[in-house]
């Protein structure tokens, strides 16, 4: 048997994701969201919902996207900008997750962050509800 040749796993690597700028950061933040999406769960016994499992299809189809985000960056060359945008956006919501999370659990967080968090979780409606909603409510009022 042959040994597995390195350059074609560092080739496949560096095509997948490239020299994504803080993949590694994003990694975390996914790593910490589960981590206290479980507390989150645990806290008001919910620990094997079908929610969590879809919460971590959604994590590897996340990666799914930033490895599109990096074959266009290199078909069209644009040296990473698409790619470094997407991670950009995903930690910024896993850091949004990771807050309403430990807001949940019971963690002190500041108090202009609580405030967008309940604002935001309070809606209770889907997108296309809220879609509905604007169309119907400026139509009336004009």
């Not at 020299?19 to 507390?39: E, P, Q, R, S």
């Not at 960056?73 to 430990?102: M, P, R, W």
Request: aromatic content about 8%; cysteine-free.
């Amino acid at each position: 048997m042959g040994a597995v040749n390195l350059e074609h796993l560092e080739a496949a690597r560096l095509y997948l994701f490239g020299d994504v700028k803080f993949l590694h950061l994003l990694l975390l933040l996914m790593a910490l969201d589960i981590v206290t999406g479980v507390f989150k769960a645990w806290k008001n016994q919910n620990l094997w919902s079908r929610k969590s499992l879809f919460g971590y299809a959604r994590k590897i189809l996340v990666l799914v996207v930033i490895i599109l985000a990096n074959v266009i960056d290199q078909i069209l060359g644009l040296q990473g900008a698409v790619t470094y945008a997407t991670v950009l956006f995903y930690i910024a919501n896993e850091g949004l997750s990771i807050l309403e999370n430990l807001a949940q659990v019971g963690v002190l967080v500041p108090t202009s962050l609580a405030e967008r968090l309940k604002t935001i979780d309070n809606s209770g409606q889907t997108l296309p509800e809220e879609v509905a909603k604007e169309f119907t409510t400026k139509g009336g009022d004009e």
